[in-house]
């Protein structure tokens, strides 16, 4: 069991700093962020091209040293052997919070297991104002990232999700936004959502509504900016598993089990004409012909 005393004398050993930066407006900048990154020995950034912009804004002059998702191994041992000679040091990523979605977590675990103090700063993020703002639950809420890139990883994720009764909330970058949308709506249903870009900008964008009708924007508009996905939890209906395939044609159902449950299409044809109460050959004729 390890005891952190945040504010307490650590014996000679530094303090590593999570600061969060802005993800798009410069004055959600706190006081004490930019204290810290100027009282710092040094700060790990994630492209130090882009946090060099940060500090000229605000005039911090302390060195940068670059920690990112490919070096963040041999760098992170070299700067938990810092922190054990003393030095405090500070980590950024490009927008929002470190360890959000980005190799920052490694450190504060590396930090961690050395009993080095690591002291989070409270700031910019964009899961929480886009949850907050999408008009849907707040009570419960899960934080699922970016989904995998790979479909099928994709849409296993999703079905584990389906059931969950928290508001989902999910990472997508414009150029797999349209795609993930369309097997959100498979997995999931045609739940409500919304759809968040451009967080703090001055094109910040809200666009709600079902997740049918958020896959037609996707189509229909030209994608821009990094989105916040917000979807509705699971319905507290007793039959809702039963049914969870409503939403879908006879061929997506078919496909369903052929491609998620690797059934072959006899036995995803039979498996589907059970769930609908359909004659085996009423189905084939719709995936097969139809």
Not at 1 to 15: A, D, F, L, R
Not at 56 to 80: C, D, M, V, W
Not at 155 to 169: G, P
Request: glycine share 6%; with cysteine.
């Amino acid at each position: 069991m390890n005891i952190q005393k945040s504010y307490t004398n650590h014996e000679g050993v530094g303090t590593l700093y999570i600061v969060p930066t802005p993800i798009g407006n410069l004055d959600d900048m706190t006081y004490r962020a930019v204290a810290v990154l100027h009282e710092a020995k040094a700060i790990a950034a994630e492209d130090t091209r882009n946090t060099k912009k940060l500090l000229h804004y605000f005039e911090i002059t302390t060195p940068l040293i670059s920690y990112h998702e490919h070096n963040k191994q041999a760098r992170g041992a070299q700067l938990i052997s810092r922190l054990h000679e003393g030095d405090d040091l500070a980590v950024v990523s490009d927008a929002g919070m470190p360890g959000i979605s980005d190799p920052g977590s490694d450190l504060v675990r590396m930090a961690t297991e050395e009993n080095v103090p690591v002291v989070v700063l409270p700031g910019a993020n964009a899961a929480l104002p886009a949850l907050v703002g999408s008009g849907l639950s707040t009570d419960q809420f899960l934080f699922c990232g970016f989904l995998p890139r790979k479909k099928k990883e994709r849409l296993a994720v999703l079905e584990s999700l389906q059931n969950h009764e928290a508001t989902l909330i999910f990472y997508e970058s414009p150029h797999r936004l349209k795609e993930m949308l369309q097997h959100v709506h498979q997995q999931l249903g045609n739940r409500r959502g919304a759809l968040v870009r451009e967080l703090t900008k001055k094109y910040e964008e809200y666009i709600r509504g079902t997740l049918e009708e958020l896959v037609q924007w996707s189509v229909k508009e030209e994608i821009r900016g990094e989105f916040c996905v917000i979807v509705e939890g699971a319905e507290e209906v007793e039959e809702k598993d039963a049914f969870w395939w409503t939403h879908l044609s006879i061929e997506e159902h078919v496909d369903y089990y052929v491609k998620i449950k690797d059934l072959k299409s006899k036995d995803a044809i039979k498996q589907t004409a059970v769930d609908r109460k359909m004659q085996k050959r009423e189905v084939y004729q719709a995936y097969h012909v139809d």
